[in-house]
Nanobody
Framework: QVQLVESGGGLVQPGGSLRLSCAAS????????LSWLRQGPGKGLEWISE????????YYADSVKGRFTIARDDAKSPLYLQMSGLNPEDTAVYHC?????????????WGRGTQVPVSS
């Protein structure tokens, strides 16, 4: 059974930083591209970052480019999202997902998420 469990969320002040983690099980972690998604209040799911198999090139939505960094550790199976320069528009529930920017919605496999409120 595929399981994706996010952690590391919490209240952060504008301009602050946070690192999210995602523990995965039930599939061969190193064989799949992985993504981070987010869902802001009253909004739909938004893809924000992808890391392909092998951790080569990474990809980001314009809204987070230059501020967020995705990374993976195939030996231990966590996925990370380092977030910096956070602003209130980044307030959302953050989910990790199997798949790339093009395939995550087709695979339909993401965790329940971790909340990140950005507020002073």
């Amino acid at each position: 059974q595929v399981q994706l469990v996010e952690s590391g969320g919490g209240l952060v002040q504008p301009g602050g930083s946070l690192r999210l983690s995602c523990a995965a099980s039930g599939f061969t972690f190193s064989n799949v591209a992985l993504s981070w998604l987010r869902q802001g209040p009253g909004k739909g799911l938004e893809w924000i970052s992808e890391i392909p198999t092998g951790g080569g090139s990474t990809y980001y939505a314009d809204s987070v480019k230059g501020r967020f960094t995705i990374a993976r550790d195939d030996a231990k199976s966590p996925l990370y999202l380092q977030m910096s320069g956070l602003n209130p528009e980044d307030t959302a529930v953050y989910h990790c997902a199997r798949g790339s920017a093009a395939t995550w919605s087709l695979l339909g496999s993401w965790g329940r998420g971790t909340q990140v409120p950005v507020s002073s």
